[in-house]
C-alpha cells in the first residue's frame, strides 16, 4: 500500500512528465442503469444493493487506463445518509473503498476517497448548522483514512468555510488530500468567494493538488486565460450538455471531449479526469492520446 504521508502523487505525475489519469463518472452510470435514489442517498446503496456492478465500473475504468480510481463515496457522508434514517454511514464507506481495492488488485492503482460538499454540491444556502459540518467531514474523512484510501479526493467544492475546515482537519491530522472546486460563471464559489481566493488559499496550503470537476470546459478555459494556474492543478470536467432545441441533456463526444484535453495540456495539468455523464471510453481516450504524446 502506498504510504498516507512519503508519496506525493502529483509530483510523481511531474517527474514522470505525463498527467495522472484519473477514471470518470460513477454516480450517473449507477443512475443510467437506475440503481440510484432520488434523495440524499443518491448512488450510495449501490455499494450495499448492487456491489457486483460497482466493482464492474470500477474494473473497466482501470482497464481502460485510469492510475487513480474513485470510492463510491460521494453521497455516504453522515449528512446524507442521516436525511433518509441512516445512521451507520460507515458500513457504505466501508464496502466502497473495499469494491476499489478488490477493483484494484495488485495494480499499481491509486485509491482516491471520495468526499463531497456535506449538502447537496450545488446548494447556495446551508441548511445544516457548522457542528453538523464539521462532523460531517471529520467522520467522513477518518472512515475513508481508516480503511484505507490513499488520499481524499474533496470534490466538488464550493464554499469556501467548508474548504477552509477540510483543508486544517486535513492538515491536522496528516492526511493527504486533494480540493477540487466547483465555481460559477462569474469565476466565484457559491459562496460568493472570487475563484482566486480559494486557489490562493489551497496554494499555502499541504495540498496535493488543485482540482476543478464537474463544470464546463467553457468556465475552465475562462479561468486559465484570467490567472496563473498552481504547478499542481488538474481537472474532470462535466460531459453533459444541454440542448438547446429539446432543454435535455445529452452526454458530449469523447471526441469533442478529447480535443478539450488537447488545448488544455498547454497549462500542464498534474491529472486529467472525466466527470458527469462519462464513461470508460472517454478514459481509454485519454489514455490513448497520453500514450502517443509521452511515448519514450
Known sequence: MISLNEFNIFQFAKRIKRPLILDGAMGSLLEQQGLTKEDSSWSAKANLKHPDTVLKIHKAYI??????????????????????????FKRFVKKAVELSFQAKGNLPVIIAGSNAPAEDCYQVERTISKKQLEYNHSAHIDALTEYGCHFILNETQSHFDEVKFIVRYCEKNDVPFVVSLYFDENLCLLSGENITEAIRFLSDSNALSIGFNCISSSLLFKLCSKIDLPYNWGYYLNCFQKDSQTNSACSISVGDYLATIQELMHWSPSFIGACCGSNPDFIRTIKGFLDARFKH
Open 63 to 88: 482497464e481502460a487506463g485510469a492510475d487513480i480510481i474513485t470510492t463510491n463515496t460521494f453521497r455516504t457522508n453522515p449528512v446524507s445518509l442521516q436525511q433518509v434514517g441512516i445512521k451507520n
